[in-house]
T-cell receptor, first 115, second 114 residues
Framework: IAGITQAPTSQILAAGRRMTLRCTQDMRHNAMYWYRQDLGLGLRLIHYSNTAGTTGKGEVPDGYSVSRANTDDFPLTLASAVPSQTSVYFC??????????????FGPGTRLTVL | SQQGEEDPQALSIQEGENATMNCSYK?????LQWYRQNSGRGLVHLIL?????REKHSGRLRVTLDTSKKSSSLLITASRAADTASYFC??????????????FGRGTQLTVWP
């Protein structure tokens, strides 16, 4: 069982380019999340999806888009990358049970540098 | 914002000592969670405590929750060098459309010296 995987592991990208970060989970969790982690700022939620077919905006959604066509995949797209999007990106998933969401399981992260 | 805030920002101790980290938050919650992150890695869930619980144990970890003070503490007993990591608290929303979203603090960097 792989859990939650992300690709690529790292990427250097020219400003203005389009980039999709991939995230796949095999735990059949209904909720998935994208965070960015910057030094001194902790983790900030970019977008989330509580179930396949629905998405929502987090704290810092500008410049990013997501889709949730099925339960397992939750790609994050940067339409036109800017240097301020240089960060480490984490995907996570969780399961809803008894009306509550439980712990989140995190992927290994994607380190993105925009030049 | 409902963001949890950890205190202290950094903690340095010797092996065998206990490490205590605190977390404060602002609004009502369903649960509070603690996560650990080793350098360059993803976060790993440690323990979840629900709003109707006051204390929870898991191995060398002890978490307390005081909803009246909107605070929690994480105690690691008999610390080891391998406990060196960043520790984050995360809170969820008690109601509304944001159910399931977690709000993370900036973390406490724990260093345990051999």
């Amino acid at each position: 069982i792989a859990g939650i995987t992300q690709a690529p592991t790292s990427q250097i990208l020219a400003a203005g380019r389009r980039m999709t970060l991939r995230c796949t989970q095999d735990m059949r969790h209904n909720a998935m999340y994208w965070y960015r982690q910057d030094l001194g700022l902790g983790l900030r939620l970019i977008h989330y999806s509580n179930t396949a077919g629905t998405t929502g905006k987090g704290e810092v959604p500008d410049g990013y888009s997501v889709s949730r066509a099925n339960t397992d995949d939750f790609p994050l797209t940067l339409a036109s990358a800017v240097p301020s999007q240089t960060s480490v990106y984490f995907c996570a998933s969780s399961e809803r049970a008894g009306g509550y969401y439980n712990e989140q399981f995190f992927g290994p992260g994607t380190r993105l540098t925009v030049l | 914002s409902q963001q949890g805030e950890e205190d202290p920002q950094a903690l340095s101790i010797q092996e065998g000592e206990n490490a205590t980290m605190n977390c404060s938050y602002k609004t009502s919650i369903n649960n509070l969670q603690w996560y650990r992150q080793n350098s360059g890695r993803g976060l790993v869930h440690l323990i979840l405590i629900r709003s109707n619980e006051r204390e929870k144990h898991s191995g060398r970890l002890r978490v307390t929750l005081d909803t009246s003070k909107k605070s929690s503490s994480l105690l690691i007993t008999a610390s080891r060098a391998a406990d060196t990591a960043s520790y984050f608290c995360a809170t969820d929303a008690a109601r509304g459309s944001t159910l399931g979203r977690l709000y993370f603090g900036r973390g406490t960097q724990l260093t345990v010296w051999p």
